[in-house]
């Protein structure tokens, strides 16, 4: 089983990037994590009049390559203004144009972290909103980190053991999920 994981934040620093870390810390003997980093695969604002001109640029044809190796998503978004990252709107926007969307009948798990008191509870909901129109199988429980400022440690793991413990069952409940829809 394959697992495409990945963080809407950019910044090198990211509570989103470190709770991905925790979570891929997690599958590491249960599926093949495929980590990208979005910085792997820059792209313009989407523009259609480019992509009638030139087509999709080269990181969102590699981006579409990823999603579609593998069999589910694990994604950390932040909470931008009430709702997810541009950059992150942006990349899944490129991934989704035709001919083909490679998200339809994936399964993924949403996770967010932020410093506030809701941990991204409505990042992961806009998310959960875009993805479902685009034939994702979302599962219902979702990993929120409130105060990240102060939930992890030096070397990026969560402070506290419930908190690791939420982690590692969405984690074994993303690949339960994605193994009965292959199987």
């Not at 870390?21 to 990208?36: H, I, K, P, S, T």
């Not at 030096?154 to 993303?174: I, M, N, R």
């Amino acid at each position: 089983m394959k697992i495409l994981a990945f963080a809407g934040a950019l910044r090198a620093g990211s509570h989103n990037r470190k709770l991905l870390g925790v979570a891929v810390e997690a599958l590491r003997d249960q599926a093949d994590v495929d980590r990208l980093d979005l910085r792997e695969v820059p792209m313009p604002p989407y523009d259609g009049d480019i992509e009638a001109n030139e087509g999709l640029p080269e990181g969102a044809r590699a981006f579409k390559l990823r999603i579609a190796a593998a069999d589910a998503l694990l994604i950390a978004s932040p909470e931008y203004n009430w709702s997810i990252p541009g950059t992150l709107k942006n990349v899944i926007d490129w991934a989704s144009r035709p001919p083909n969307n490679p998200f339809k009948g994936k399964v993924a798990l949403l996770m967010g972290a932020s410093p506030g008191a809701y941990g991204a509870v409505r990042s992961v909901l806009a998310l959960r909103q875009v993805l479902t129109a685009l034939g994702v199988l979302i599962l219902p429980s979702t990993v929120q980190i409130a105060r990240a400022d102060q939930a992890f440690d030096e070397a990026g793991k969560l402070k506290d053991p419930k908190s690791t413990a939420l982690v590692e069952k969405a984690c074994a409940e993303l690949v339960r999920v994605t193994g009965l829809m292959k199987g």
